[in-house]
């Protein structure tokens, strides 16, 4: 009765088409909405989602391989900072408006289910598990400022919980840069350059850390993350989890 009512008064809808959603359900999306996600590797209770199959990704950025093969095509014969990156789902239409609602609409809640489902993913990769601190991509502060969060740190926060991995806020942006959205995979490299900072350079020595971030691109930004835990703070190895991945 109580469900009920709640919902009347405080009617929840999918965060894509914006149908009415039962009341019970912790589910953001409808399900028709939600089989339109599609997974880098299964970890849903849904027999109709659509998944890359499990183990076809690049090992190095994690980008699906329907084909096979160990490295894509940018990550070959390279060397790169950031040594992986996992992500849980592709950026379709219907989690790109998930994650548009979580940054622009103010849909702090959407971090508890987006950040549950980071978790489940992050259990199917067998190279993440020997993570030993959280570090989430900063925003700079004017952006934080005017957004009211930032809701990487707000996903690594459910990450936190659920792992029981230390959450660690020793980076942070510096340069207020442009959002990379709009800009070239070059421009996105020099974007990023000395953008972040680190403030303790003692507290991830030979540490294995993972940053957490809402999409992922071309990785330009990891990368550089990457770099300064590396150079300045000597991690010794830098993952990523992203909750998108742009191809
Ligand atoms: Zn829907
Ligand atoms: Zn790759």
């Known amino acids: 009765m109580l469900n009920y009512l709640l919902h009347f008064l405080f009617p929840r809808t999918c965060g894509h088409c914006h149908r009415d959603l039962v009341s019970q359900t912790q589910n953001p999306l409808c399900p028709t909405c939600f089989e339109q996600l599609q997974l880098i590797v299964p970890f849903l209770d849904s027999a109709t989602i659509s998944f890359a199959p499990q183990n076809l990704y690049c090992q190095?950025?994690?980008?699906?391989?329907?084909?096979?093969?160990?490295?894509?095509?940018?990550?070959?014969?390279?060397?790169?900072?950031?040594?992986?990156?996992?992500?849980?789902?592709?950026?379709?239409?219907?989690?790109?408006?998930?994650?548009?609602?979580?940054?622009?609409?103010?849909?702090?809640?959407?971090?508890?289910?987006?950040?549950?489902?980071?978790?489940?993913?992050?259990?199917?990769?067998?190279?993440?598990?020997?993570?030993?601190?959280?570090?989430?991509?900063?925003?700079?502060?004017?952006?934080?400022?005017?957004?009211?969060?930032?809701?990487?740190?707000?996903?690594?926060?459910?990450?936190?919980?659920?792992?029981?991995?230390?959450?660690?806020?020793?980076?942070?942006?510096?340069?207020?840069?442009?959002?990379q959205v709009k800009l070239s995979k070059t421009q996105r490299i020099e974007n990023v350059q000395e953008a972040f900072e680190l403030h303790d350079t003692e507290s991830i020595k030979h540490k294995k850390v993972l940053l957490i971030d809402d999409v992922c691109t071309t990785g330009a930004t990891l990368e550089e993350c990457a770099r300064v835990l590396r150079r300045k703070g000597h991690a010794k190895k830098v993952y990523a989890l992203t909750l998108a991945r742009q191809i």
Request: charged share 20%; glycine share 6%; proline share 10%.
């Open 60 to 179: 190095r950025c994690g980008i699906p391989l329907p084909h096979g093969g160990a490295h894509c095509h940018a990550c070959r014969g390279k060397r790169f900072f950031c040594d992986n990156i996992r992500s849980v789902f592709l950026f379709t239409p219907p989690l790109q408006s998930l994650i548009h609602r979580f940054k622009y609409e103010d849909r702090k809640s959407l971090a508890q289910p987006l950040g549950e489902w980071m978790g489940s993913a992050f259990k199917q990769y067998p190279e993440l598990q020997d993570t030993e601190i959280l570090i989430p991509v900063p925003l700079h502060a004017q952006r934080e400022k005017k957004r009211g969060f930032n809701q990487s740190h707000l996903l690594a926060a459910i990450h936190s919980q659920n792992t029981g991995l230390p959450l660690s806020k020793i980076l942070t942006r510096i340069k207020p840069t442009p959002p």
